[in-house]
T-cell receptor, first 116, second 113 residues
Framework: DAGVIQSPRHEVTEMGQEVTLRCKPISGHDYLFWYRQTMMRGLELLIYFNNNVPIDDSGMPEDRFSAKMPNASFSTLKIQPSEPRDSAVYFC??????????????FGDGTRLSIL | DQQVKQNSPSLSVQEGRISILNCDYTNSMFDYFLWYKKYPAEGPTFLISISSIKDKNEDGRFTVFLNKSAKHLSLHIVPSQPGDSAVYFCAAYAPSGTYKYIFGTGTRLKVLA
């Protein structure tokens, strides 16, 4: 089975540009999560969706960040305008609530974002 | 405010010996805990979990211990192997009607051959 697929794997862009990160969750998973990894804060949850609906976006750092999930197989995280402090690795994860409780989240391999 | 803390950023262990990774939490409402392992340039992968109704869970070389009164959990790897060299994250899940995990900052384990 294909895992969570993220694109691009690497993104280098100049400050002020719009950045769009993409994620395809595991088929059949009804939860999708966006995380940011930094040295200081580890893995921070930015936002998560259930059945394509945003449930909790309290981790989104500011209005420059937005996320959408137009259908069950695709989500985007957009930063506009980007700033150097947004440089980090961004992970997407998905999970299922069917079956046993507390199903673990499955992560993609991340997008390494560098804002110059 | 970090609710899940991994106070050791790195740990080195000789191959064949025991690795012990520690994690502390502050929220007594957390009732389920997980450990994830992360290799460079890859996403974290689930390793082992434990419910708050247990104090130990074992899976092969990996054992997680939970001390609720101390709000502390630990991951033991015995025997350690070079392939275990990775960053280990602990995570906690609170039954607050959400499906959020709170992750620690990670501990980098290096197993020396």
């Amino acid at each position: 089975d294909a895992g969570v697929i993220q694109s691009p794997r690497h993104e280098v862009t100049e400050m002020g540009q719009e950045v769009t990160l993409r994620c395809k969750p595991i088929s059949g998973h009804d939860y999708l999560f966006w995380y940011r990894q930094t040295m200081m804060r580890g893995l921070e949850l930015l936002i998560y969706f259930n059945n394509n609906v945003p449930i909790d976006d309290s981790g989104m750092p500011e209005d420059r960040f937005s996320a959408k999930m137009p259908n069950a197989s695709f989500s985007t995280l957009k930063i506009q305008p980007s700033e150097p402090r947004d440089s980090a690795v961004y992970f997407c994860a998905s999970s299922s609530t069917t079956g046993a409780n507390n199903q673990p989240q499955h992560f993609g391999d991340g997008t390494r974002l560098s804002i110059l | 405010d970090q609710q899940v803390k991994q106070n050791s950023p790195s740990l080195s262990v000789q191959e064949g010996r025991i690795s012990i990774l520690n994690c502390d939490y502050t929220n007594s409402m957390f009732d389920y805990f997980l450990w994830y392992k992360k290799y460079p340039a890859e996403g974290p992968t689930f390793l082992i979990s434990i419910s708050s109704i247990k104090d130990k869970n074992e899976d092969g070389r990996f054992t997680v211990f939970l001390n609720k009164s101390a709000k502390h959990l630990s991951l033991h790897i015995v025997p350690s192997q070079p392939g275990d060299s990775a960053v280990y994250f602990c995570a906690a899940y609170a039954p607050s009607g959400t499906y959020k995990y709170i992750f620690g900052t990670g501990t980098r384990l290096k197993v020396l051959a």
